[in-house]
């Protein structure tokens, strides 16, 4: 608790930064004189907007585990696959190492993106003294870095269908899952971009009570 009261953010010291360029300027300034963006101290919409995406986000990854991600046409008969379906046909084809990387790609890591942001969101409006405006900022930055990495069943359905036009024979389209899956990861990056992470660092100075 000591260590965040020393910290001195921009704010108390009459400056304020653009989030687009990171060049600091006087408090007052209104548009950045490097990138031409406009400052502001703090975005006061923030939360909502994460709120908004995370729901977003939330919605579009119901429909991506509930229809087929993909589906197969070999000799007139068609077989559609979820995600956990196909997790479960590597795995009795053998496939434990692919099945260990779709799983932990397409079902761990959205559902731990979406605890992550629901928890900072909560702590920035809600501080507890448990948690610092340091780890609040790590998760941030972990959750941004994450989730270019979460559209691996994507990138698969897509270079499958590209490869995998044997006219008559075998045929692979991508299913609306492919499409909801997608939505829900380009969702969850915005609401983790819409956070102002400066919002942290005020929930930080803000009084605990037990």
Not at 43 to 71: E, T
Not at 87 to 116: D, G, N, R, T
Request: with cysteine.
């Amino acid at each position: 608790m000591a260590h965040s009261q020393s910290l001195l953010t921009a704010r108390a010291a009459g400056l304020v930064a653009c989030r687009h360029c990171t060049h600091v300027w006087p408090a007052g300034t209104r548009t950045c004189g490097v990138c031409g963006s406009a400052l502001s101290s703090r975005s006061h919409d923030s939360l909502q907007r994460v709120w908004a995406w995370w729901c977003a986000g939330i919605i579009a990854y119901i429909p991506a585990n509930l229809f087929p991600m993909m589906k197969t046409d070999m000799l007139g008969s068609e077989m559609a696959s979820t995600i956990l379906g196909g997790v479960v046909e590597l795995v009795q084809h053998h496939a434990y190492f692919v099945a260990f990387v779709v799983f932990f790609a397409s079902i761990c890591i959205p559902l731990a993106k979406f605890m992550a942001i629901a928890w900072i969101a909560v702590a920035i409006r809600r501080p507890r003294g448990s948690v610092s405006a340091h780890q609040l900022h790590r998760v941030h930055d972990v959750v941004e870095f994450i989730g270019r990495w979460s559209m691996i069943d994507v990138f698969v359905v897509a270079i499958l269908s590209a490869l995998v036009q044997f006219s008559v024979v075998v045929s692979i389209h991508p299913g609306i899952a492919a499409v909801s899956f997608a939505a829900s990861v380009g969702f969850t990056m915005l609401s983790a971009q819409a956070l102002d992470p400066r919002l942290i660092y005020d929930a930080s100075e803000q009084p605990r009570h037990e």
